[in-house]
T-cell receptor, first 113, second 113 residues
Framework: AQSVTQPDIHITVSEGASLELRCNYS??????LFWYVQSPGQGLQLLLK??????LVQGIKGFEAEFKRSQSSFNLRKPSVHWSDAAEYFC???????????FGAGTRLTVKP | KAGVTQTPRYLIKTRGQQVTLSCSPI?????VSWYQQTPGQGLQFLFE???????NKGNFPGRFSGRQFSNSRSEMNVSTLELGDSALYLC????????????FGPGTRLLVL
């Protein structure tokens, strides 16, 4: 079965600074990769996804992610963080034939003024 | 288009009771999946329903069950509640199975006393 590792439990960045959240996956076939964001007490909002094609994908709120097959990674980036980006971010990998999606443990982002 | 809705949003039960949670998918979506989110275990896949049939099940005891109706709405049931069942239960819908984007509802927060 597929699995995801998010090495950073908590990251603090200053407002206006750049951000990179790390994600490594394990899956024997072509991975279907997602980044979701969760604000406290809320559900998950899709930021972006990668199914195939261009390895640099653009998402909502100015986020982008790059798929690197050789490194089994799908890191999330944003050039300039806003205070409203403070939340928990989850990387997930889906399967090609079912909806059993596996999530990483999440990275909590704190934004300093 | 309306998003995924879940009812109730909050629930308090006592040990030994049972509970039923409801999920209405996005219009046109035929697949519904359920996830449990806890601080200790993170996001874990419970089960997936498509065309009124359970297609996939995570590693949870038989006390956790679900069903899907002809209009794609889904319910999950937990019998003989335990303290450890306290969690945020998230429902996600997608058009079909595999290689699909899952859209999440706001969740039902269950507290077992």
């Amino acid at each position: 079965a597929q699995s995801v590792t998010q090495p950073d439990i908590h990251i603090t960045v200053s407002e206006g600074a750049s951000l990179e959240l790390r994600c490594n996956y394990s899956y024997g076939a072509t991975p279907y990769l997602f980044w979701y964001v969760q604000s406290p007490g809320q559900g998950l909002q899709l930021l972006l996804k990668y199914f195939s094609g261009d390895t640099l994908v653009q998402g909502i709120k100015g986020f982008e992610a790059e798929f690197k097959r050789s490194q089994s990674s799908f890191n999330l980036r944003k050039p300039s963080v806003h205070w409203s980006d403070a939340a928990e971010y989850f990387c997930a990998v889906g399967a090609y034939n079912n909806n059993d999606m596996r999530f990483g443990a999440g990275t909590r982002l704190t934004v300093k003024p | 288009k309306a998003g995924v809705t879940q009812t109730p949003r909050y629930l308090i039960k006592t040990r030994g009771q049972q509970v039923t949670l409801s999920c209405s998918p996005i219009s046109g979506h035929r697949s519904v999946s359920w996830y449990q989110q806890t601080p200790g275990q993170g996001l874990q896949f419970l089960f997936e329903y498509f065309s009124e049939t359970q297609r996939n099940k995570g590693n949870f005891p038989g006390r956790f069950s679900g069903r899907q109706f002809s209009n794609s709405r889904s319910e999950m049931n937990v019998s003989t509640l335990e303290l450890g069942d306290s969690a945020l239960y998230l429902c996600a819908s997608s058009r079909s199975r595999g290689q699909e984007t899952q859209y999440f509802g706001p969740g039902t927060r269950l507290l077992v006393l």
